[in-house]
C-alpha cells in the first residue's frame, strides 16, 4: 500500500472502533494515534497517561501540551510499576508486569467513561524486536491501530509532519526501566540518578541519547550525529564530573552508539 492508502484505511479502521482509550505517552506514534484518533472519532476519544517513577517529568508535561494542542480529553492515572510483584527485579519479561498493570488500569478508565476500545501506539517496526508488553496487550485485547494497518515509525514521522505535530521529529523514547540490564534491581533511587543524568544531557543540547545504569557504571548512547560534539575533552570532563555527582563512579560513552533494545542484545534464544 502506499502511504497514503495505510492512512486512509488507518481512519477506517479507527472509526470502526466507534470510542477509543489510547494509552497515551506523549511519543511520536501515540500522539500521532491521538490526533488521528480525535480528527476521526471527536469526543468520543480520551487519552489517558499514567504517572509513575520510570516516567520522567520531562515527557510528562510534554504530553500534557500536545494533548491540549490537539483538544482530546486527558485522563491523567498512577501506575507504580515497583509496587507490581516481580517488576523490580528486573526479568527479561519486565514490560509485560508494566503493560499488565497499565492496560489493566486504563481499561477501567475506559469502562467508566463508557468507551469500548483500548489501543496502543505500538507500529509495525515494533514487530522486529523483543517486546514482551505486546503479550499483555494480546491478553487484555487491546487494539493497535498502527501495527494493524502496517504503519512504521517512518511512515508515522512523515504524515504527523504534514499535520504540523511537534512531535514529528521527536527521538524516540522509552521508560525509564530500559536503561538496567535485566537481573539489576530497578529502584526509585536509580531511576532518579537515571532521569537526572538524562536531563543533563538534554540540557547540553543532545537529543536522541540513552544513559544505561551498570550499577556504578553510567553508559551513555548518543546518535551517530551526535557524537563529534561530544568528542571535546572540557565537556567530556563536565558531563563526567555532573554524572559523578549523581552517585555514578565511572561515565562512559558506548562506541556503537544509540540503538533501541541495547539490553536485548546479552539475550539468547532461551531466554526470551
Excluded at 171 to 182: D, H, M, V
Aim: charged share 30%.
Amino acid at each position: 500500500m502506499t502511504l497514503e492508502e495505510k492512512y486512509q484505511q488507518l481512519k477506517s479502521y479507527i472509526k470502526n472502533l466507534e470510542s477509543l482509550a489510547i494509552a497515551y505517552s506523549g511519543g511520536v506514534d501515540s500522539t500521532f494515534l491521538l490526533k488521528v484518533a480525535y480528527d476521526v472519532l471527536g469526543e468520543k476519544v480520551i487519552a489517558v497517561t499514567a504517572t509513575s517513577s520510570t516516567y520522567p517529568k520531562r515527557e510528562f508535561e510534554e504530553a500534557k501540551r500536545w494533548i491540549e494542542d490537539i483538544g482530546a480529553k486527558h485522563i491523567i492515572i498512577e501506575s507504580e510499576e515497583l509496587d507490581i510483584d516481580g517488576f523490580s527485579e528486573n526479568p527479561t519479561n519486565r514490560c509485560y508486569y508494566c503493560k499488565k498493570e497499565l492496560f489493566e488500569k486504563v481499561k477501567e478508565v475506559a469502562e467508566n467513561n463508557g468507551i469500548v476500545f483500548v489501543a496502543d501506539g505500538s507500529n509495525y517496526d515494533d514487530l522486529g524486536d523483543f517486546r514482551p508488553g505486546m503479550q499483555a496487550a494480546a491478553e487484555l485485547k487491546v487494539v493497535s491501530p498502527l501495527k494493524e494497518v502496517k504503519m512504521t515509525k517512518e511512515d508515522i514521522r512523515i504524515i504527523s509532519k504534514d499535520l504540523q505535530l511537534p512531535t514529528w521529529s521527536k527521538p524516540a523514547f522509552a521508560c525509564l526501566s530500559s536503561r538496567f540490564p535485566y537481573g539489576h534491581k530497578i529502584t526509585k533511587e536509580k531511576l532518579s540518578m537515571v532521569e537526572q543524568a538524562e536531563d543533563y544531557l538534554y540540557q547540553l543540547g543532545f537529543r536522541q541519547l540513552r544513559v544505561r545504569h551498570h550499577e556504578d557504571t553510567a553508559r551513555i548512547e548518543l546518535g551517530n550525529d551526535e557524537f563529534d560534539r561530544f568528542i571535546n575533552k572540557n565537556l567530556m570532563r563536565q558531563v563526567g564530573s555532573e554524572l559523578k555527582r549523581l552517585g555514578f563512579t565511572y561515565v562512559t560513552l558506548d562506541l556503537n552508539g544509540y540503538r533501541t533494545g541495547s539490553m536485548n542484545e546479552v539475550l539468547k534464544n532461551g531466554d526470551l
